[in-house]
């Protein structure tokens, strides 16, 4: 079990308020010393009060083995402090020199088939490797040492995403930890035997030293699963073991400076087990891009609010997104006019205390030139810096008005995201391609939201069974332990959604047997015997099943073949009588002690979930009052913990004007009319209103 830090936030400089810190990743090294100045000018006119200085500038700060020169940061640092701008200042190890990786080219990481991941980007390193970590301890104790009485850095930006492009590695170095930590998890050969079921086409071990990683084994072959999940779990140890590492170097020296590491938190965002990594920061950060077309507002609220999850509903701070187009996809579309404000405001709604940039001032030349920044090409004189100068207003009155420091309030509902689900369900060997765990829970958020709820999105290991309500969607692995907390939650009141793929096999990916889901089966009242998968791969297959409600599956669904005698069954399946499927129980509610078990057996995505829940929540007895304009607009509560200061959020989700009545007084409001009366106001797409009650 970890011990989770405790929460230190950046404190504000000498003589300054405690203010929402606003600012970006700020690159002064990519541009000649009289920019500086003018830096400073256009910060000040933002209101920017915050800068991450030095994230891959290794190269600069140590430009020769050993020889560092701080000229030029200090002399940044300095104009910033003096200007009132704090400072976030990087380990500065992100991206190790050319010198370094000539002179030792055994730190560069390898990928499944032994090919080097040579310099010429960045994060060509391997977390394992004893050279490198001595190499990168060296910078972190000379970084702090030289900043450790400067008052002008506030806080350690350690690393930067870890994992992003060197998540696994295969090298030998890989190998030997790897072979550590699995003795370290297992204790003997036979454990891990067991854990990888080896039996199985003659994988069977007689010593640690015969684990090697999940190299490459040809095209179209198939991966031990135990072992590819280990690995997973293996690479997100090691990464954090090297972070820690490095975090533990500087806060020796700097005590007194808060610690932390940006996640790659998103609905796709799985690289590292991030809740297992949130117990090892100060204060949890985050870098959030925004997902272009229909899901952008959802998907963002729902990354959001999953991060407010990772913080256990204290303050976190959002490190980077973008004022407009990224340039790492393949088409970069830009944001339409409010989005830019409307999404930094979304991430505050959720629990942030600050906004930050990736980055201040857009490069001209390297791999980034074309990504949006605070300061565009275009210069001062442009839409995205009137848009950067207006949320430093807003951000300046939600401060003024004792914003930081509130609570995302508590939702009556609780969607669960686990990181170890997602991995097992990624498998290429699974019933099918077309599920996985992490696209369930942002579906979830989806069509509650859509029914006017906004819910928590909590990690497996949080406090989800604290929740009146708590859905668990394709949570495939359930160890004995979480079974048992499944079993209690229900048994002692709770209200539980569980789908589909959910409780399949324990935390080894052994397949719980006596019918799915095996070890909670009890719980949820239903018992299915074979996966149903859709698919149009092949003509004539089943592609999707409608459902007696009106709801249609897709991808998957549970060969539900027997109920429990006091379930109710909510829907079943209207099929062709050869499929086996028609007449199957699809949603059965099935009360167990005191509590109510709804489980949802196959793949309805928000739409058919949106159509199914009214019916589900009134079986439940879950109240469902709900606004007007429940589902146009996503309303999002902060609260003080003495009750002082309540801020309500108003978000419009849809492509229509949308109409609010709101009590309090009118804080931020973009791309909305208030009424004279002050009391409602109309929103455009992509606007918002911040009222304080
Ligand atoms: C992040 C990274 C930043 C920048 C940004 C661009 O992954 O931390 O340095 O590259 O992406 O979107």
């Known amino acids: 079990m970890n011990t989770r830090r405790t929460h230190r936030w950046p404190q504000p400089l000498d003589g300054q308020a405690q203010r929402l810190w606003y600012g970006g990743d700020y690159n002064p090294d990519q541009w000649p010393e009289e920019v500086w100045d003018d830096d400073i000018r256009l910060m000040h006119k933002a209101k920017v009060n915050l800068v991450s200085l030095g994230i891959f500038s290794w190269a600069k700060i140590e430009p020769s083995d050993g020889v560092f020169d701080f000229g030029w940061l200090d002399r940044i640092v300095d104009k910033l402090g003096r200007a009132g701008i704090a400072v976030d200042m990087a380990s500065a190890s992100a991206s190790p020199p050319m010198w370094l990786t000539q002179a030792h080219p055994e730190v560069l990481w390898r990928d ?89 086409w003659s994988q069977r071990m007689n010593d ?167 300061v565009p090409h275009a210069g001062e004189n442009s839409r995205i810096f009137r848009d950067v100068c207006e949320l430093g207003e807003d951000l300046q009155r939600l401060s003024d008005a004792g914003l930081e420091g509130t609570e995302l309030k508590k939702s009556p509902i609780a969607v669960v995201f686990d990181y170890q689900s997602e991995w097992a369900t990624e498998h290429s060997a699974n019933p099918t391609q077309k599920v996985r765990h992490v696209t369930e829970p942002l579906d979830w958020f989806r069509a509650f939201a859509d029914l006017g709820i906004t819910a928590d999105m909590v990690p497996m290991r949080g406090d ?91 991808d998957m669904a549970d060969w539900i073949t027997s109920t429990s005698p006091q379930a109710s069954v909510l829907a079943t399946y209207q099929a062709d009588r050869r499929t086996g499927m028609n007449g199957v129980p699809a949603i059965v509610v099935n009360p167990f002690g005191s509590g109510k078990c709804a489980y949802i057996g196959c793949k309805l995505g928000r739409e058919g979930l949106r159509l199914s829940l009214p019916d589900v929540l009134g079986e439940m007895g879950i109240d469902r009052s709900c606004e007007p304009n429940a589902g146009k607009v996503l309303r999002i509560e902060r609260d003080g913990e003495d009750g002082r200061s309540r801020f309500v959020f108003y978000f419009n989700r849809g492509d229509d004007d949308v109409k609010v009545r709101f009590d309090g007084n009118v804080m931020v409001s973009s791309l909305a009319q208030v009424e004279e009366a002050g009391d409602a106001a109309s929103i455009s797409p992509n606007g918002l209103l911040i009222v304080k009650g």
């Open 464 to 554: 989800w069974d604290t929740y009146e309500a708590a859905v668990l969607p394709c949570v495939y692995l359930l160890s004995q332990a979480d079974s048992q907390r499944v079993h209690d939650y229900v048994s002692n009141g709770g209200k539980l959604f569980v789908t589909y793929y959910t409780g399949i096999s324990d935390e080894r990916d052994h397949v719980w047997l006596g019918g799915y889901p095996g070890s909670i089966q009890d719980v949820v009242g239903v018992r299915s015997e074979e996966f149903a998968p859709m698919g149009d791969d092949f003509p004539g297959t089943l592609d999707h099943l409608d459902l007696s409600n009106g709801a249609v599956a897709h």
């Open 112 to 200: 499944e088939r032994g090919d080097v991941c040579w310099p010429g980007a960045r994060q060509h390193w391997r977390a394992t490797s004893p050279v490198f970590r001595e190499y990168a301890l060296r910078l972190c104790r000379a970084m702090a040492e030289h900043f450790k009485g400067n008052p002008y850095v506030v806080s350690w930006h350690v690393g930067n995403e870890y994992g992003c492009h060197n998540r696994f590695d295969y090298s030998d170095d890989a190998m030997r930890a790897f072979q550590k930590w699995c003795e370290a998890r297992y204790g003997t050969i036979e454990a891990v035997n067991d854990a990888w079921g080896t039996a199985f």
């Open 208 to 374: 640690f030293s015969e684990i090697i990683p999940p190299r490459f084994i040809g095209e179209g072959n198939f991966m031990n699963p135990g072992k590819l999940l280990d690995f997973k779990r293996f690479s997100s140890d090691a990464l954090k073991d090297f972070f820690i590492a490095e975090r533990d170097a500087l806060a020796q020296i700097t005590p007194d400076k808060p610690l932390t590491t940006n996640f790659m938190v998103s609905s796709g965002g799985t690289t590292l087990d991030y809740d297992d990594w949130s117990d090892e920061v100060d204060f949890v950060s985050n870098d959030h891009y925004f997902t272009p077309g229909e899901q952008h507002f959802d998907e963002l609220a729902y990354s959001a609010s999953l991060v407010d999850g990772l913080a256990r509903k204290k303050p976190w701070f959002l490190m980077e997104n973008s004022t407009g187009a990224v340039n790492w996809r393949p088409i970069n579309y830009r944001k339409e006019p409010g989005q830019t404000v409307r999404d930094a405001l979304a991430h505050v709604a959720m629990g942030a205390d600050a906004v930050c940039y990736f980055q201040w001032r857009q490069s001209r030349a390297g791999a980034e030139k074309f990504h949006s920044a605070m």
